[in-house]
C-alpha cells in the first residue's frame, strides 16, 4: 500500500517570505500523480497544485511550485511571498494511475504565517 | 457554479445511536468521495461511487458504517450504532469522471462528536 508522510506538524513563515513544506511517499508503481491540497478553517479541502509523475518538469502555479525529485520519493511544496491567506493545513496526497484511484492524503502540516 | 453541499456541518450524540450525513456533489460529476478526517489525521477514504456504483469501499466499517448513492446524485452516509472512534470530519467531495489526475472539489465536511 502507498504511504504518505509529512514530516514537519506544523511550520511557520514571515509575510513575503519564501517556506517549503516537506513530503515523501512510498510506492513501487511508475505511474502516478502527486497533489498539495489546502485545509483553511472552514474545513474545505482547495488544490493547490498536482505533478504527473512522468513528466519531470516541476509544476508551477503562481506563487506556488513544487520540487519532484521521483528517484527520491519526494515532493516538497515551495511557497513564495507568503501571504496571510496562506495560513491552513496542507496536505500532500498521491493517487495512483492505475486501476485503484484511490486518494492517500499525509498527516499535514499546519503554516503560520506571521505579519 | 454551485460547490458541493454537506450537511449537518456539525452533528453530536451519545456512542449506538445512529447518524447519517448528506452530500449533493456538483452537477454532473460521475465520481463521489466520502472521507473520514480524524483530528489530526489527513483525510481517509471510505467510500467511491461512479454514478450510482460503488468503485472502492475497501475501508468503510461495514458493520456499522453504510452509503448510498441514489440515481447517481445525492449521496447519504450513515453510522449505525456509533462508537466513541467515529468522531471525526466526514468530508464529501466530487470530480468529473474519477480520472486520477482530476482535482476533487470538496464540500465543508459534518464535524461528528460521538459523546
Known amino acids: 500500500a502507498q504511504t504518505v508522510t509529512q514530516s514537519q506538524p506544523e511550520m511557520s513563515v514571515q509575510e513575503a517570505e519564501t517556506v517549503t513544506l516537506s513530503c515523501t511517499y512510498d510506492t513501487s508503481e511508475s505511474d502516478y500523480y502527486l497533489f498539495w491540497y489546502k485545509q483553511p478553517p472552514s474545513r474545505q479541502m482547495i488544490l493547490v497544485i498536482r505533478q504527473e509523475a512522468y513528466k519531470q518538469q516541476n509544476a508551477t502555479e503562481n506563487r506556488f511550485s513544487v520540487n519532484f525529485q521521483k528517484a527520491a520519493k519526494s515532493f516538497s511544496l515551495k511557497i513564495s511571498d507568503s501571504q496571510l491567506g496562506d495560513a491552513a493545513m496542507y496536505f500532500c496526497?498521491?493517487?495512483?494511475?492505475?486501476?485503484?484511484?484511490?486518494?492517500?492524503f499525509g498527516k499535514g502540516t499546519l503554516l503560520t504565517v506571521n505579519p | 457554479e454551485a460547490g458541493v453541499a454537506q450537511s449537518p456541518r456539525y452533528k453530536i450524540i451519545e456512542k449506538r445511536q445512529s447518524v447519517a450525513f448528506w452530500c449533493n456533489p456538483i452537477?454532473?460529476?460521475?465520481?463521489l468521495y466520502w472521507y473520514q478526517q480524524i483530528l489530526g489525521q489527513g483525510p481517509k477514504l471510505l467510500i467511491q461511487?461512479?454514478?450510482?456504483?460503488?468503485?472502492?469501499d475497501s475501508q468503510l466499517p461495514k458493520d456499522r458504517f453504510s452509503a448510498e448513492r441514489l440515481k447517481g446524485v445525492d449521496s447519504t452516509l450513515k453510522i449505525q450504532p456509533a462508537k466513541l472512534e467515529d468522531s471525526a470530519v466526514y468530508l464529501c467531495?466530487?470530480?468529473?469522471?474519477?480520472?486520477?489526475?482530476?482535482?476533487?472539489?470538496f464540500g465543508s465536511g459534518t464535524q461528528l462528536s460521538v459523546l
Open positions: 452537477s454532473g460529476h460521475a465520481t
Open positions: 496526497a498521491y493517487r495512483s494511475g492505475g486501476s485503484n484511484y484511490k486518494l492517500t
Open positions: 467531495a466530487s470530480s468529473p469522471r474519477g480520472n486520477p489526475y482530476e482535482k476533487l472539489f
Open positions: 461511487f461512479q454514478n450510482n456504483g460503488v468503485v472502492d
